[in-house]
T-cell receptor, first 112, second 117 residues
Framework: QKEVEQNSGPLSVPEGAIASLNCTYSDRGSQSFFWYRQYSGKSPELIMSIYSNGDKEDGRFTAQLNKASQYVSLLIRDSQPSDSATYLCATGSSSNTGKLIFGQGTTLQVKP | GAGVSQSPSNKVTEKGKDVELRCDPISGHTALYWYRQSLGQGLEFLIYFQGNSAPDKSGLPSDRFSAERTGGSVSTLTIQRTQQEDSAVYLC???????????????FGQGTRLTVV
């Protein structure tokens, strides 16, 4: 079992729709969770961090965390073609070394 | 500096040669990470530094890979006797502090694209 799992996609949504990206993790002790966006040929860019159960909203982005289910999600409202990218989920290792573990990423395509 | 700086941006080397990749983190960031990303793949963890020490080097693929960090700042990743399977983008990231119980927000450099021919 991979430590952080994501559906590779591609996930295709029409412009203006809500895109829902999901991630599960195996380390029950993880306490920090991140979503990175990576455009083709570019390096990952941090877009959301979440540390507590529940929802965290930032503009069009909402991160959701459910530690009991070991599940993290990212919702993108009013999706735009510029949101088309690969979205990487990352968790902080519970070993307290500060190690970040990434999933394989989900490719999102927003169609005009 | 303003961001994480990596050099060179591109490196083509012959199989069997040694290469050094450099990472200059954001000023004041104590944590530094190296990852590797092959074409179309996710990020493979290589090594993590907190200050000058490496509490986790579990991701280094073989003993041909080594890394050091000096002065709590610049880090170099060295690959000896390069092989074609070492071809990938090597990404460095830094973060400002270690958060209890897990990782903290990390900021990435633009990467070094290594091609072994």
């Amino acid at each position: 079992q991979k430590e952080v799992e994501q559906n590779s996609g591609p996930l295709s949504v029409p412009e203006g729709a809500i895109a829902s990206l999901n991630c599960t993790y195996s380390d029950r002790g993880s306490q920090s969770f991140f979503w990175y966006r990576q455009y083709s040929g570019k390096s990952p860019e941090l877009i959301m961090s979440i540390y507590s159960n529940g929802d965290k909203e930032d503009g069009r982005f909402t991160a959701q965390l459910n530690k009991a289910s070991q599940y993290v999600s990212l919702l993108i409202r009013d999706s735009q073609p510029s949101d088309s990218a690969t979205y990487l989920c990352a968790t902080g290792s519970s070993s307290n070394t500060g190690k970040l573990i990434f999933g394989q990423g989900t490719t999102l395509q927003v169609k005009p | 500096g303003a961001g994480v700086s990596q050099s060179p941006s591109n490196k083509v080397t012959e199989k069997g040669k040694d290469v050094e990749l450099r990472c200059d983190p954001i000023s004041g960031h104590t944590a530094l990470y190296w990852y590797r990303q092959s074409l179309g793949q996710g990020l493979e963890f290589l090594i993590y530094f907190q200050g000058n020490s490496a509490p986790d080097k579990s991701g280094l693929p073989s003993d041909r890979f080594s890394a050091e960090r000096t002065g709590g700042s610049v880090s170099t990743l060295t690959i000896q006797r390069t092989q074609q399977e070492d071809s990938a983008v090597y990404l460095c990231a830094s973060s400002p502090q270690r958060r209890t119980g897990g990782g903290v927000r990390a900021f990435f450099g633009q990467g070094t694209r290594l091609t072994v021919v």
